[in-house]
């Protein structure tokens, strides 16, 4: 087996691992978030100034 191959295989392997240990309260509350009540960056506040 390729070096990359076994690579690529141990980082998705450890990424599947990491993403298991979320508990289910924490998935929930991200599902209640508002997914379009993003923060706005002072350069986005100017644009929406300018178009007032």
Do not use: C, W
């Amino acid at each position: 087996m390729k070096k990359g191959r076994h690579r690529r295989y141990e980082e998705a392997r450890a990424l599947k691992q990491t993403v298991h240990n979320d508990d289910i309260e924490s998935l929930f509350d991200r599902l209640d978030d508002d997914p379009f009540d993003l923060p706005v960056t002072d350069e986005a506040a100017l644009v929406s100034e300018d178009d007032d």
